[in-house]
Nanobody
Framework: QVHLAESGGGLVQPGGSLRLSCVAS????????IGWFRQAPGGEREGVAC????????TYGDFVKGRFTISRDNAENTLSLQMNNLEPEDTAVYYC????????????????WGQGTQVTVSS
């Protein structure tokens, strides 16, 4: 059974950092495209960062502006999102996702999802 579980969310002040982690079980993450998405109240789920299974260069949302880094650890079967210089606008529920294809960093192209972790940026 495919399962993804996020951790690492929380409350952080503007300019602070958080590292989100996602553990995969039931499948080998190295054969999947991976991604992080977020959804703010009343908003749509948007792509934060994605990494196609056959590529080395990640794709980031325009709003990231060099602040976030997506990575995977195939040995641990995990993916991570390092977030630096966080802004109040980054407040949202963050989801990790995986897909055998995942060609586009859009929620429509990812089939397996975690339950989400809340990130709140506030002073």
């Amino acid at each position: 059974q495919v399962h993804l579980a996020e951790s690492g969310g929380g409350l952080v002040q503007p300019g602070g950092s958080l590292r989100l982690s996602c553990v995969a079980s039931g499948f080998y993450l190295e054969y999947f495209s991976i991604g992080w998405f977020r959804q703010a109240p009343g908003g749509e789920r948007e792509g934060v960062a994605c990494l196609h299974k056959d590529e080395d260069m990640p794709t980031y949302g325009d709003f990231v502006k060099g602040r976030f880094t997506i990575s995977r650890d195939n040995a641990e079967n995990t993916l991570s999102l390092q977030m630096n210089n966080l802004e109040p606008e980054d407040t949202a529920v963050y989801y990790c996702a995986a897909d055998p294809l995942g060609y586009v960093c859009s929620s429509k192209f990812f089939g397996s999802w975690g339950q989400g972790t809340q990130v709140t940026v506030s002073s």
